[in-house]
């Protein structure tokens, strides 16, 4: 998250975020996943494969 | 300098500005929402959430926000580039392993570089958390560190 100046502000270009692609292999959600530590947004299990 | 604490919060005041940061307890994952994607960052014990309020204000909301994202692992929503809301957001959240304050930030960061915005005052302060605490490295002459503990909060 950044601010710049005057009123903060919150921006997220995603041409620079860093997500991976990853499958849940217990429930089967796709999602983007950033960092080091990839765990599934709907089970939140760590079980993941980048796909 | 290392501060020990677990389920309290570490409070960072100047004299116009204060940050907030607190260590997760458990693994969740924090999902960051954007006009047309989502992502989700795993978080896990040891990891932070800190909450900067650049203009100060009040540090009851800002206690309530991180414990939004920390306990109750609300997602954040992220506002695109010079959306009109912006402005009437006192408050920052950042989270993960590392998180360093700016008060410089040029457009175009993103929470991969554990960056949170600040006033001028307490720019440059590194965070890091461990399991027993959080290390606070490069805390600028005059400003002030307490602890909220958790029955309080």
Known sequence: MCSVGGPTDIDLPEDRVAAKDYRCKECGERFKGIGKRPMCPSCQSEDVAEI | MNVPFSRDVLRLSGTHSFLLAASVP???????????????????????????????????????????????????????????????????????????????????????????CSSDELAGIRLKGTLEGITIDNLPAGISHGIIKKENV
């Open chain 2, 26 to 116: 458990e693994p969740f994952s924090l999902c960051i929402e954007t006009n047309d994607a989502e992502y989700c960052q795993g978080m896990g014990p040891g990891d932070l959430v800190a909450v900067s309020a650049p203009g100060a204000g009040p540090v009851e909301p800002a206690l309530m926000l991180l414990e939004l994202v920390r306990t109750y692992h609300l997602p954040l929503i992220v506002l695109p580039r010079n959306h009109p809301g912006s402005k009437r957001i006192p408050y920052v959240v950042s989270a993960g392993p590392v998180i360093q304050t700016s008060c410089s930030i040029v457009r175009g960061t993103h929470p991969e570089q554990h960056l949170i």
